[in-house]
T-cell receptor, first 111, second 115 residues
Framework: GQQLNQSPQSMFIQEGEDVSMNCTSS?????WLWYKQEPGEGPVLLIA?????ELTSNGRLTAQFGITRKDSFLNISASIPSDVGIYFC???????????FGTGTRLTIIP | GAVVSQHPSRVICKSGTSVKIECRSL??????MFWYRQFPKQSLMLMAT?????????EQGVEKDKFLINHASLTLSTLTVTSAHPEDSSFYIC???????????FGDGTRLSIL
């Protein structure tokens, strides 16, 4: 099925660094969601965005719903070891219950 | 809030066995539940969408007779993999959402291994 283009595919950073990842789509979405998945577990919701231009924070995480409705980014400030995992963006159309998932960004923190 | 419980977390069984996976929303009523399949190092692929009391809607290429879905109540959906074969081995994840703009919340997944 359709997938969102998420970049970068993987990141290797040092503890304390800031992280930025984004998601782009050829079509518009009404809702953008960011999830984190750790090995052997299901995705956990980090941030939900419902309005174009919306900027929302959850602790050290900040996400924005792009003004064109075709993109979103997620920033993590001052990364810590427990930030390791795969981050997925997901978009949802108005009136459509299904989510379209991004390809994922694998975050690794170098000691 | 918004806790989704999935059981079992891991299943290892012989080829030809049917396997049932349960998905429960613990603290909210899930009008819609979803079943996904995830291969290693890949994103989630939607298999089917189910609404309480009605037949599931399957994605293209997903065999409905192979993957039986029942959504009998607002807190429980089950996926039964019938006559499972090694190619059915995968990580199966459910999610649930309530009405309106509420996001999907995911269970912890079930690792299915068919020998």
């Amino acid at each position: 099925g359709q997938q969102l283009n998420q970049s970068p595919q993987s990141m290797f950073i040092q503890e304390g660094e800031d992280v930025s990842m984004n998601c782009t789509s050829s079509s518009i979405f009404n809702t953008w969601l960011w999830y984190k998945q750790e090995p052997g577990e299901g995705p956990v919701l980090l941030i939900a965005l419902y309005k174009a231009g919306e900027l929302t924070s959850n602790g050290r995480l900040t996400a924005q719903f792009g003004i064109t409705r075709k993109d979103s980014f997620l920033n993590i400030s001052a990364s810590i070891p427990s930030d390791v995992g795969i981050y997925f963006c997901a978009g949802r159309d108005f009136g459509n219950e299904k989510l379209t998932f991004g390809t994922g960004t694998r975050l690794t923190i170098i000691p | 809030g918004a806790v989704v419980s999935q059981h079992p977390s891991r299943v290892i069984c012989k080829s030809g066995t049917s396997v049932k996976i349960e998905c429960r929303s613990l603290d909210f009523q899930a009008t819609t539940m979803f079943w996904y399949r995830q291969f290693p190092k890949q994103s989630l692929m939607l298999m089917a969408t189910s609404n309480e009391g009605s037949k599931a809607t399957y994605e293209q290429g997903v065999e409905k007779d192979k993957f039986l879905i029942n959504h009998a109540s607002l807190t429980l959906s089950t996926l039964t993999v019938t006559s499972a074969h090694p190619e059915d081995s995968s990580f199966y994840i459910c999610s649930a959402r309530s009405e309106g703009d509420q996001p999907q919340h995911f269970g912890d997944g079930t690792r299915l291994s068919i020998l």
